[in-house]
Structures are given as structure tokens and as C-alpha cells.
Nanobody, 125 residues
Framework: QVQLVESGGGLVQAGGSLRLSCAASGRTFSRYMMGWFRQAPGKEREFVAAISRGGGNTGYADSVKGRFTISRDNRENAAYLQMNSLKPEDTAVYYC??????????????????WGQGTQVTVSS
């Protein structure tokens, strides 16, 4: 089992940057694929980015490709989401999630087993 805690959210102006962190408990963090999702008010939770257990494979939603970077440090039991060139439409609660690793990157929220409590990101125009 894995417990996840996000941090790093906040209020930023459009064009600015934030780095989200996801701290994981347990010794099995390196076995899991990690994903970041977000949910804006009135909208469904959507995929943002995912990274394989070893970090060698990453994938992004088209809306964030080229602006966001997902990474992980298995020695520190942590995953990260570097967000640059932020836009007002990036405003949402951001969640990290852990799922069973596979040969393909999981983009469906139903494929992830463990979730953090979320961190709010607000981008002002």
C-alpha cells in the first residue's frame, strides 16, 4: 500500500511556474507507475502526466505538453510535476496517483489505485 501527499500548489500569475511534489510512504514506491491528474470546478478529473516505475517513459496530455515535466526520485520516494508557462485554464486541484506499472502509460484515472488529497493551483490572468 502507498500513501501519497501532494504539496507545492499556490497562486501564480499567468506565465509563471510552480513545482508540485508528491511524497510517498512505504517501501514499494518504485514498483508503481505515477500519474498526475487535475480537476477544475464543475469538470471531471483529467489526466495530466504519467511516468513509468523507472522513470524512462513519460507521457502528457496535449494541453500541457511542452510546458509540464513529470519526474520521480525513487530513492526519495517522491514524484514531481514542474509546471511552466502556466495559463489560467491550468487552474485546478492537482492530484498524484500510483498505479500498477505496465508497458504502456496509464491515462485513465480508474487505472490508478492510490491517490493523494490534492493541492490547489490557481493561475491568475
Amino acid at each position: 500500500q502507498v500513501q501519497l501527499v501532494e504539496s507545492g500548489g499556490g497562486l501564480v500569475q499567468a506565465g509563471g511556474s510552480l513545482r508540485l511534489s508528491c511524497a510517498a510512504s512505504g517501501r514499494t514506491f518504485s514498483r508503481y507507475m505515477m500519474g498526475w491528474f487535475r480537476q477544475a470546478p464543475g469538470k471531471e478529473r483529467e489526466f495530466v502526466a504519467a511516468i513509468s516505475r523507472g522513470g524512462g517513459n513519460t507521457g502528457y496530455a496535449d494541453s500541457v505538453k511542452g510546458r509540464f515535466t513529470i519526474s520521480r526520485d525513487n530513492r526519495e520516494n517522491a514524484a514531481y510535476l514542474q509546471m511552466n508557462s502556466l495559463k489560467p485554464e491550468d487552474t485546478a486541484v492537482y492530484y498524484c496517483a500510483a498505479g500498477t506499472d505496465s508497458s504502456w502509460l496509464r491515462r485513465n484515472r480508474n487505472e490508478y489505485d492510490y491517490w493523494g488529497q490534492g493541492t490547489q493551483v490557481t493561475v491568475s490572468s
